[in-house]
């Protein structure tokens, strides 16, 4: 009983990571699409405060579920499978750590603009722009983490 529900929650907080990365990227992609200062001041500030609230705490919920479920199954920690699901999820941690600093840039950038009526300033499309370029890599990880969680290749 106790494996399936650490089982349960390493699953539960997964799909609260992944969904939350998805989710807040195509809205603020979107929103920042639409070039409406207003929009994407109010877009940036809910995706900072769910990467917080949802991305913050399942990074943390990830490998501490992940490694008693490792305990609990009995697997040897140093399978493929296990070195490649750790190091791909370093690289979505590391891609994650900046793009948090992004978004509160991004956020108050954007804030600034809506407030003082303006446009958005070059620093913006500059952050923006890097926020982007760490995206990518960190949903590659994470997809490569699913297929190695679920399939659990020798």
């Given at each position: 009983?106790?494996?399936?529900i650490?089982?349960?929650l390493?699953?539960?907080?997964?799909?609260?990571?992944?969904?939350?990365?998805?989710?807040?990227?195509?809205y603020?992609?979107?929103?920042?699409?639409?070039r409406?200062?207003a929009?994407?001041?109010?877009?940036t500030?809910?995706?900072?405060?769910a990467?917080?609230?949802?991305?913050?705490t399942?990074?943390?919920a990830?490998?501490?579920?992940?490694?008693?479920?490792?305990?609990l199954?009995?697997?040897?920690m140093?399978?493929?499978?296990?070195t490649w699901?750790?190091?791909?999820?370093?690289?979505a941690?590391?891609c994650?750590?900046?793009v948090?600093w992004?978004?509160?840039?991004?956020?108050?950038?954007?804030?600034a603009?809506?407030?003082?009526?303006?446009?958005?300033?070059?620093a913006?499309?500059?952050?923006?722009?890097?926020?982007?370029v760490?995206?990518?890599?960190?949903?590659?990880?994470?997809?490569?983490?699913?297929?190695l969680m679920?399939?659990?290749?020798?």
């Open positions: 009983m106790e494996y399936l650490v089982k349960w390493h699953v539960l907080s997964s799909t609260l990571l992944f969904g939350t990365g998805i989710g807040s990227a195509w603020l992609l979107f929103a920042v699409i639409s409406k200062v929009v994407i001041a109010v877009v500030r809910i995706v900072v405060m990467d917080w609230l949802f991305t913050g399942t990074m943390i990830q490998p501490a579920t992940g490694f008693y479920l490792i305990h199954a009995g697997y040897p140093h399978s493929r499978w296990i699901s750790l190091a791909l999820y370093l690289l941690l590391l994650w750590l900046p948090v992004l978004q509160m840039r991004l956020r108050d950038l954007s804030a603009a809506a407030h003082n009526n303006q446009p958005l300033p070059p913006f499309w500059r952050y923006f722009k890097a926020w982007i760490l995206g990518i890599p960190a949903f590659f990880a994470f997809l490569g983490v699913f297929y679920v399939a659990k290749p020798a």
